[in-house]
């Protein structure tokens, strides 16, 4: 496929699809958070038809959670990330347990990182270094703060990383899903979503621990809305969404095209796409040799 004039994530927790699309293998978010697609990545670019490092015409992401969405907003801000590697890397040091309480205890008396780098950075930290990473008060967990992977530096490093090959294509951060009338007007075509990519990554039905939700029924609304305007529309979900199925939606099991570490929190689970144009992609799946 072309590049598409615009990309957006629908939610974007840490927008790693954009970021891969933007720029290829090596741009990744600069930390862990659970359901985030980093290692799904490629196999989700081939099956709506793009590849890594392609680009897109301009970026936009949905996300409800503030801490999220201040990280997001700098992803484009060299300058901004270099600040927040800065700040990290003066972290190297401290004993990470204490590091991460005084993270977390600032936190919760300033309430949600929106703002300034430093709470950016700090919020960061306290976010991988969480039990439920993404979340810090789901508790501290020494196995991955201890881990040689992911100490002060390795933050500093990425997001430095992250600074170099910064997106240069504009980029809209909003809390919530706009409608697809919204988003054509805004990039100037009323009416009209052909060339765009809408990629939606909802919490999955049935599981908790985002701060915010987005019900079945709302992605499906939305997805109808965005599919109506033109746009190329892809759901991730732990199955295909039997009401898009119904009114005539692909759908393409991806399970087997993770690279990289397989989670580590969620029990393994299925990884369905379901779209409203065939998939470019499907991921090959090995028949037992001993069936
Ligand atoms: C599975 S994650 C997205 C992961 C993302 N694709 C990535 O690779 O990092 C789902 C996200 O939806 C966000 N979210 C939940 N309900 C939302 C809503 N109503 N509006 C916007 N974002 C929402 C959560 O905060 C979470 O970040």
């Avoid at 949905?62 to 700098?74: S, T």
């Amino acid at each position: 496929m072309n590049r598409p004039r615009l990309f957006c994530e629908f939610p974007a927790g840490l927008a790693a699809v954009s970021l891969r699309l933007q720029g290829g293998a090596h741009c990744r978010p600069p930390i862990s958070r659970c359901g985030n697609k980093a290692g799904f990545s490629q196999t989700i670019l081939g099956v709506l038809g793009l590849h890594s490092g392609q680009g897109a015409g301009a970026y936009w992401w949905a996300e409800a959670d503030p801490d999220v969405a201040a990280l997001l907003r700098i992803y484009p801000d060299p300058d901004a990330l270099r600040e927040v590697a800065r700040i990290i890397r003066g972290w190297t040091g401290e004993e990470p347990r204490a590091l991460w309480e005084r993270l977390r205890a600032e936190r919760r008396a300033r309430g949600a990182a929106r703002g300034t780098v430093e709470k950016v950075a700090g919020w960061m930290v306290s976010a991988d270094w969480a039990y439920r990473q993404g979340n810090p008060d789901s508790g501290f967990n020494p196995s991955t703060a201890t881990g040689r992977s992911a100490g002060c530096d390795t933050f500093a490093d990425r997001a430095d990383r992250l600074a170099n090959s910064a997106i240069s294509a504009p980029v809209r951060v909003s809390p919530c899903i706009p409608t697809a009338a919204e988003v054509a007007a805004t990039i100037g075509t009323p009416g009209d979503l052909s060339g765009c990519i809408i990629y939606m990554d909802p919490p999955y039905a049935g599981t908790t621990g985002y701060t915010a939700d987005l019900p079945r029924a709302e992605v499906v609304a939305h997805a109808r809305d965005f599919a109506d305007l033109g746009a190329t529309v892809a759901i991730s979900e732990a199955e295909a969404i039997p009401d898009l199925v119904r009114s005539g939606w692909h759908s393409v099991e991806i399970t087997g095209g993770r690279v990289g570490a397989k989670r580590t929190f969620s029990k393994q689970q299925r990884e369905i796409i379901t779209m409203n144009k065939p998939p470019q992609y499907t991921v090959p799946t090995q028949s037992s040799l001993f069936p």
